[in-house]
């Protein structure tokens, strides 16, 4: 049997090489008509009104929106340096605003860490308790806007905090924010697991967002994640929300080679997940 969605794939801004590259009506138009149901957007160089505008277009095109941000390492709550940390909690606060602006209902990625932060400290327990009382505090500001939020466990050359299931789920409980949940990314589960099925099966009632990517980051079925089992542990896992592929092409791709991606990874994703 399949998991079976009636449309849940959204489509990743990043696949595309300019951040604007998507505000466009006729182009928004296109991304409805491969099949996608909304796109995980990532506000960098947007101005405000210029997310606004970006919401209207997006629902008049009749797609949803997800806002994609992972902290930088200017922005790490793990940082030794306490400057950095206070600009992490400003930027927490302010991805809530950036997503009610877009009409985006869902906050996902590595949004308690700097990523790529080699100078970021070993975790104490007093600085885990800092951070599970920022990203709780967090957690209901983004509830009174009526806003979920996804964290994505990633592997240790990322962060320092949260690399597998296990640390994710503590993480989760000890925040215990019910608008909080998992973002799972097959390329980081297949780097930091023993057992990739086996970790979205521990993901089972915790699992808010879901990213499908090889673990070369390439073309979907083009490298060795078990697409098959995925599907069969996702759907016992009882998940049937939005599948976004991750895919990073080489910067001097083209608009050409991003759009007939896109394609590419929606016709996987349809005849993996949604076959009959």
């Not at 997310?51 to 930088?72: E, P, V």
């Not at 500001?141 to 240790?156: D, G, K, R, Y």
């Not at 521990?202 to 599907?231: C, D, M, Q, Y």
Request: with cysteine; glycine share 8%; hydrophobic share 40%.
């Amino acid at each position: 049997m399949h998991i079976s969605y009636s449309s849940p794939f959204y489509l990743h801004s990043m696949l595309f090489p300019n951040p604007k590259y998507l505000f466009h009506a006729g182009r928004l138009s296109r991304v409805r008509d491969i099949g996608y149901a909304g796109i995980e957007i990532v506000p960098i160089e947007y101005a405000r009104h210029e997310r606004r505008d970006f919401g209207k277009m997006l629902s008049d095109a009749g797609l949803g929106a997800i806002l994609g941000w992972s902290l930088q390492p200017e922005h790490d709550l793990i940082s030794r340096d306490p400057k950095r940390r206070i600009a992490g909690r400003d930027w927490l606060l302010r991805l809530i605003d950036y997503a009610s602006e877009l009409g985006a209902t869902t906050i996902a990625g590595v949004n308690y860490a700097g990523v790529g932060c080699p100078e970021s400290q070993m975790v104490s327990s007093m600085m885990w308790e800092e951070i599970v009382a920022l990203y709780q505090k967090f957690a209901d500001h983004a509830a009174e806007a009526s806003i979920a939020l996804c964290f994505e466990p990633t592997n240790q050359e990322e962060n320092a905090l949260i690399n597998t299931i296990g640390q994710g789920l503590d993480f989760k409980k000890a925040v215990g924010r019910d608008n909080v949940g998992l973002l799972l990314d097959t390329y980081h589960l297949n780097k930091t697991e023993m057992d990739l099925v086996e970790a979205i099966e521990k993901s089972a009632g915790h699992l808010v967002h879901f990213h499908a990517s090889e673990h070369h980051r390439g073309l979907l079925g083009s490298g060795n994640i078990p697409w098959t089992a995925v599907r069969k542990t996702l759907m016992q896992a009882g998940y049937s929300g939005i599948i976004v592929p991750e895919i990073f092409l080489h910067p001097s791709a083209d608009e050409a080679l991003s759009w007939e991606t896109a394609e590419q990874a929606f016709s996987f994703l349809r005849s993996t997940f949604n076959a009959a």
